[in-house]
Nanobody, 124 residues
Framework: QLQLVESGGGAVQAGGPLGLSCAAS????????MGWFRQAPGKEREFVAS????????MHADSVKGRFTISRDNAKNTMSLQMTSLKPEDTAIYFC?????????????????WGQGTQVTVSS
């Protein structure tokens, strides 16, 4: 399993951008598919985006498609989520996650390692 630490959360006004990072420890980072999930107050955790081990393939939830972009840098053992045109409904704790294997997945049950989360608050 990987150890994951998110950073970059904070408060932003609606319409603004924000970037999140996830730093992973472990020599085999490039063999893991990675994902971002989020959990809003009173709601279940939901899928945001996923990326293949090489970074060549990505998938995004419909709610963020065209506004958020997932990427990774295997040389630095990091993954990022660039968020633009933020909306108040994007307010949540954002988690990065890793899963053994090469397939991207939107189901949180498929992920083996999780970070502690970082808060994103979007004000109107």
């Amino acid at each position: 399993q990987l150890q994951l630490v998110e950073s970059g959360g904070g408060a932003v006004q609606a319409g603004g951008p924000l970037g999140l990072s996830c730093a992973a420890s472990g020599r085999t980072f490039s063999s893991y598919a990675m994902g971002w999930f989020r959990q809003a107050p009173g709601k279940e955790r939901e899928f945001v985006a996923s990326i293949s081990p090489s970074g060549g393939s990505t998938m995004h939830a419909d709610s963020v498609k065209g506004r958020f972009t997932i990427s990774r840098d295997n040389a630095k053992n990091t993954m990022s989520l660039q968020m633009t045109s933020l909306k108040p409904e994007d307010t949540a704790i954002y988690f990065c996650a890793a899963r053994t294997g090469s397939a991207m997945d939107s189901r949180e049950s498929r992920y083996d390692s999780w970070g502690q989360g970082t808060q994103v608050t979007v004000s109107s």
